[in-house]
């Protein structure tokens, strides 16, 4: 089964911290991406990755960063959280062979509260 | 205009009847689709792949592709109150970048 953590499933944080949520996927997947979910806005694309120190903006990449030094290991950062970024950020892999598509899997979600 | 667009719902439906979800998409060189079932407070988990036109079936679940037309459809037969939730279409233009729709809220009644 594939499996894809995230470091969090709560967070609380202060306008103007830096936050770091991490995921990591035990399938050895190429792909991996960033989404937050709002309601009424469904998941919008932040970041993805289709291999180590290789990034590219999603949707809405504003506001984030994003590190893969490592295969497994996808983080996003927010430079400075403001409450407009209160959400449920949720992690993403597939695999990633050339000219085919497959299905993503998720983490359990990190639901981030900026006060 | 949205990429993808699904009713929002609520779709209520009684135990046993056949939910009927769908979910149109804008870019007409989309080549995958996908749809997922997310519960409240979860994440979402896939259900079924479809890519080419026609039905796909699994269990009680068939997936309905018409890319003349730009839908996507998911049928759910026997419906059970455990299948109450939130269902998520998400499109794939090939280039490694989902679109998912904000997603139908079903609920089956018993």
């Known amino acids: 089964d594939v499996k894809v953590t995230q470091s969090s499933r709560y967070l609380v944080k202060r306008t103007g911290e830096k936050v770091f949520l991490e995921c990591v996927q035990d399938?050895?997947?190429?792909?991996m991406f960033w989404y937050r979910q709002d309601p009424g806005l469904g998941l919008r694309l932040i970041y993805f990755s289709y291999d180590v120190k290789m990034k590219e903006k999603g949707d809405i990449p504003e506001g984030y960063s994003v590190s893969r030094e490592k295969k497994e290991r996808f983080s996003l950062i927010l430079e400075s959280a403001s409450t407009n970024q209160t959400s449920m950020y949720l992690c993403?892999?597939?695999?990633?062979?050339?000219?085919?598509?497959?299905?993503?899997?998720f983490g359990p979600g990190t639901r981030l509260t900026v006060l | 205009q949205k990429e993808v667009e699904q009713n929002s719902g609520p779709l209520s439906v009684p135990e046993g009847a056949i939910a009927s979800l769908n979910c149109t998409y804008s870019?007409?060189?989309?080549?995958?689709f996908f749809w997922y079932r997310q519960y409240s407070g979860k994440s979402p988990e896939l259900i079924m792949s479809?890519?080419?036109?026609g039905d796909k079936e699994d269990g009680r679940f068939t997936a309905q592709l018409n890319k003349a037309s730009q839908y996507v459809s998911l049928l759910i037969r026997d419906s059970q109150p455990s299948d109450s939730a939130t269902y998520l279409c998400?499109?794939?233009?090939?280039?490694?970048?989902?679109?998912f729709g904000s997603g139908t809220k079903l609920n089956v009644k018993p």
């Open positions: 993403a892999s597939s695999l990633g062979l050339a000219g085919v598509v497959y299905e993503q899997f």
């Open positions: 479809i890519y080419s036109n």
């Open positions: 870019d007409r060189g989309s080549q995958s």
């Open positions: 399938m050895d997947h190429e792909n």
């Open positions: 998400a499109v794939n233009n090939n280039f490694n970048k989902f679109y």
